[in-house]
Nanobody, 117 residues
Framework: QVRLVESGGGLVQPGGSLRLSCAASGSISSFNAMGWYRQAPGKQRELVAG???????TYADSVKGRFTISRDNARNTVYLQMNSLKPEDTAVYYC???????????WGQGTQVTVSS
């Protein structure tokens, strides 16, 4: 079992920045993949960015060049630095954990990100 605790969401104006954090605890395998998904009202949950323990990364086209994912393997923590935020980035952001980025086994509770003036 893996527990994910997220922090860092909130309200920000368009063009602003936020940093999300997610700490994993429990049965952590030496190789794993952590990531961030988001779900806006009325839409399906979608992958935003993911990173493996060897720091292989993937990003959604809509966030490339604006968002950066990173991780601290010693702390089992993943970060999402979000810059140049747009209203369309508004969603609940969920931390994910698994053996691959695209097939998570565990989810965090979600943190709201709202981009609005």
């Amino acid at each position: 079992q893996v527990r994910l605790v997220e922090s860092g969401g909130g309200l920000v104006q368009p063009g602003g920045s936020l940093r999300l954090s997610c700490a994993a605890s429990g049965s952590i395998s030496s190789f794993n993949a952590m990531g961030w998904y988001r779900q806006a009202p009325g839409k399906q949950r979608e992958l935003v960015a993911g990173i493996t323990t060897i720091r292989s990364t993937t990003y959604a086209d809509s966030v490339k060049g604006r968002f950066t994912i990173s991780r601290d393997n010693a702390r089992n923590t993943v970060y999402l630095q979000m810059n140049s935020l747009k209203p369309e980035d508004t969603a609940v952001y969920y931390c994910s954990f698994g053996f691959t980025i695209t097939q998570p086994l565990y989810w965090g509770q979600g943190t709201q990100v709202t981009v609005s003036s």
